[in-house]
């Protein structure tokens, strides 16, 4: 048996009328540029999230620079960022011109630690951004409480974790405002690639509605040196068919990874991440932990179990950020996490074999 990494079909087919009715309604409504469906999609998005609005933008990555640019920060200002989390993070805040100042994780969770961002703060540190990674969300009480204390912009980073809950509230709905991605392999993923901005910030979202469009309101007007980053049409036609079946399957993830859970906890070399009572992850992704990774693959694949490592490099041993001047064992926790990860095949309409043969693989192989 071939377990792919992901496979979207199962989800698409449950719903393939409704993607084909929008499909042909937005063909036959000719408007493809902040239409009605972006407007509905943003409506019904910012419900969902527990937010007062959704801004549909053109990717994740535009998503969080657009909230920095939105609270205008300068070319000395600092932003706290997490040393494990993907790359597009740490270039949003090079993108807004400001400076990345990273902080290493906490072990047990992977995600950004409140304590390395207390001791990171200086007076020159503006915002935190908190990455949901994986889908599973990060310390919001301690990113919140150090947050107020120093007078900094809490940016939630939820690109991976759509649906997530802490405390009893979506992820999305604690910071000044948050990013999301629609990347197709995403919780609520698009057909295509697209992004949002939640927040309940009037002030925010009125200068970020002007950023995503040129800086303008009005056609030729241009208050603010813009760009052109705007969820299509299209695609938010597909995300509105989407949004009404994402808890049911991130139930289904949650299932998954249930067992999957039930299979590390066999395997005395494996470490699974440690969930909160505070936190229902949605797992955008399930990994776990092992020193023996290389050889894992190798015998998973042999297997027939497609696997993927998130993510084998740290952003501050890119090449990208030579220039801030990290070197190997700048965040050892990070490093030890991007060197023992390994990722398995998880999405809704996994067949039940699919799930056995891979839990089956898993004990068979670290046992």
Known sequence: MIVPFFNPQPMHDSIGSDLDDAWLATKAAGNFVLGDKVAAF?????????????????????????????????????????????????????????????????????????????????????????????????????????????????????????GAFYQGKRVGSFGIASAFSFYPTKNLGALGDGGAV???????????????????????????????????????????????????????????????????????????????NSSKPVWHLYTFRTQGRDAIVQELTAKGVVTMVHYPTPPHLQPAFDSLGYSRGSFPVAEKISEETLSLPIWPGMDPAQIKHVTESVISVAM
């Open 198 to 276: 939640v927040s309940s910030d009037e002030k925010l979202i009125a200068r970020i509605r002007l950023l995503r469009n040129y800086g303008s309101s009005k056609k030729y007007h241009h208050e603010l040196a813009g760009v052109n980053s705007r969820l299509d049409e299209l695609q938010a036609a597909f995300l509105l068919a989407k949004l009404p079946h994402l808890d049911t399957w991130n139930d289904e993830r949650r299932a998954i990874a249930s067992a999957y859970d039930r299979a590390v906890d066999q395997c005395p070399g494996l470490k699974r991440p440690l969930i909160g």
């Open 42 to 162: 943003e409506k019904a998005f910012a419900e969902y999230c527990g937010a007062a609005h959704c801004l549909g933008v053109a990717n994740g990555l535009d998503a969080i620079t657009l909230i920095l640019r939105g609270l205008d920060l300068q070319p000395d200002d600092e932003v706290i960022v997490p040393a494990n989390t993907f790359i597009a993070t740490w270039l949003a805040v090079m993108a807004a011109g400001a400076k990345p100042i990273p902080v290493d994780c906490d072990d047990t969770t992977g995600n950004i630690s409140a304590a390395a961002v207390e001791a990171a703060v200086t007076s020159r540190t503006k915002a935190v951004i908190a990455v949901h990674l994986y889908g599973c969300p990060a310390d919001m009480d301690g990113l919140l409480e150090v947050s107020r204390r120093h007078n900094l912009w809490l940016v939630e980073d939820a690109a991976q974790a759509h």
